[in-house]
């Protein structure tokens, strides 16, 4: 598949329309769009939402493994269920709650490729009805901080070592820039200041993905990214705003590329724009 470093990871609208009665596959939409899963969606998908489930509801936080795993038996998910993430904006909020999903070590994991523009324009059916299954049982983990997610202290030690380390800003070259604090199409959470965190290069996350909304092949990959010199034998971060953008290129990185150092560092600019004292770059 495009010479990916782990095709496996990418599933099309064949497979999964083959496994739409599959008991060990669950099918999972997350949208930016939160009300969008209601007006239809791949039939027997369950609905994970970004705000409401993923949360923790008072600390800026994802939620614990207690809560964790009571999400994932009350959508009839266990250890072993192979989950396949979709949704709108090319997979980008998919591969956020992907990248969750493997905070808590959730072995099978996997990318429907093309997400639900893709499945919308190939006609294939879409659904009102909303899917229930047995509760599951599930064994959740300590949330893994250490791997693959990175911390304001974290990218503030990152960026004084730049000759092994690379940073990448996925946000817009408007909001790289400073010339916006936010641009209209995403909802604004109060960043302050404009600009770019210092040594960061600006690789908007949408690039990795072609018009139809899967992704790019490898060589095209590489390119993409070793052309700013965002190489695999470095320790790479990804930022955007809170985190969601760069999880789809974290997940570029690390999977289809198989960089082996990649974190995201999802507080982002909506911590780093408004921290006292943290320095920034325009331009």
């Known amino acids: 598949m495009s010479g990916y470093t782990h095709p496996e990871v990418l599933v099309d609208t064949a497979w999964a329309a083959d496994h739409l009665s599959d008991p060990r596959v669950r099918l999972v939409e997350s949208n930016e769009d939160v009300l969008l899963y209601e007006t239809g969606h791949i039939p027997g ?7 409401g489930d993923l949360n923790d509801p008072v600390v800026r936080d994802y939620l614990d493994a207690p809560h964790f795993a009571e ?15 979709y949704g709108d904006k090319h997979n980008w909020w998919a591969t956020y709650t992907f990248w969750i999903f493997k905070l808590f070590g959730h072995a099978d994991v996997r990318i429907l490729d093309g997400g639900r523009a893709k499945w919308v324009a190939e006609g294939r059916e879409l659904t009102r009805a909303v899917p229930t299954y047995p509760r599951a049982s ?16 974290q990218v503030r030690d990152h960026i004084r070592k730049p000759s092994g380390a690379a940073l990448v800003d996925v946000r817009s070259p408007q909001e790289f820039s400073g010339e916006r604090t936010h641009m209209p199409e995403y909802p604004q959470e109060g960043t302050l200041r404009g600009g770019h965190i210092p040594s960061a290069v600006s690789i908007p996350w949408a690039k990795a993905v072609k018009g139809d909304s899967t992704f790019k092949g490898a060589d095209d990959l590489r390119e993409l990214y070793g052309a700013q010199g965002v190489t695999a034998d470095k320790d790479v971060i990804a930022y955007c705003r809170i985190g969601e953008r760069s999880s789809h290129t974290w997940f570029v990185l690390t999977y289809l590329l198989g960089y082996p150092r990649v974190r995201n560092y999802d507080g982002s600019w909506t911590e780093w724009g408004n921290a006292v004292g943290l320095p920034i770059e325009k331009g």
């Open 45 to 51: 998908a369950v609905k994970i939402d970004w705000v």
């Open 71 to 85: 999400l994932m038996a009350e959508k009839g998910i266990s250890n072993d269920t192979t989950v396949v993430f």
């Open 138 to 153: 599930y064994s959740a983990p300590a949330r893994d901080d250490a791997t693959i997610r990175a911390f304001r202290d």
